[in-house]
């Protein structure tokens, strides 16, 4: 059983989560979808609601599960048996910052990191810009599920 974590602020889900989520999914017996509690930066939702959307997002796939996390990664891996982390990547500028917490969290506990190369589709896409756009009244249709495009209409009184 090899079971691996996705972890991220995830404020929202948008789809280019979704489709890293999904495609370890398939490599993985098992995804645990964590959230990081970060006491320091208030979001646009709260833990609760962003675990709610990540679980009407991947309730089709069996072996996922959601939760959250507050500390350093490494140790919520030791405590759940996870064997590695699984991250994303877009572009040149996540991958300088990826590969320096991948090589500490090695360091700390010899835990691996595995990046998975964004769809093209979603290379743009970040949590915080669909915020901002969605904060201006663009429309974000497409990329995030519909039921998060429903709450961000809502957050944002439309
Ligand atoms: P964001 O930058 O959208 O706020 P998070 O902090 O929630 O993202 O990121 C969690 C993980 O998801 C990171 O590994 C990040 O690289 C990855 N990720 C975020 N957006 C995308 C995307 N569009 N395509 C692939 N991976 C992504």
Same mark, same amino acid.
């Given at each position: 059983?090899?079971k ?5 602020s ?42 709610e959307m990540?679980g ?5 796939l ?16 030791r ?7 699984? +991250? =994303?990547?877009r572009? *040149? ?8 917490? &991948?090589?500490? @969290?090695? /360091? ?6 595995l ?19 969605? +904060? =201006?009244?663009?429309? *974000?249709?497409g ?5 998060v495009? &429903?709450?961000? @209409?809502? /957050?944002?009184?439309?």
């Amino acid at each position: 059983m090899t079971k691996v974590v996705c972890p991220g602020s995830f404020d929202p889900v948008t789809n280019g989560h979704l489709d890293i989520i999904e495609r370890s999914s398939h490599l993985f017996d098992e995804v645990v979808v964590a959230v990081l509690v970060n006491e320091n930066k208030a979001g646009l939702f709260s833990i609760e609601e962003r675990i709610e959307m990540l679980g009407e997002a991947t309730s089709s796939l069996p072996n996922i599960t959601v939760d959250s996390f507050q500390g350093l990664l490494v140790d919520f891996c030791r405590d759940r048996g996870i064997a590695a982390i699984v +991250k =994303g990547l877009r572009a *040149v500028s996540d991958f300088d910052y990826e590969l320096q917490m &991948a090589q500490m @969290n090695d /360091r700390l506990s010899g835990v691996d990191t595995l990046f998975i190369p964004t769809s093209p589709a979603y290379s743009y896409l970040a949590s915080s810009l669909v915020k901002e756009v969605a +904060k =201006g009244g663009g429309d *974000v249709t497409g990329l995030v599920p519909n039921h998060v495009l &429903a709450r961000l @209409n809502e /957050r944002f009184g439309r």
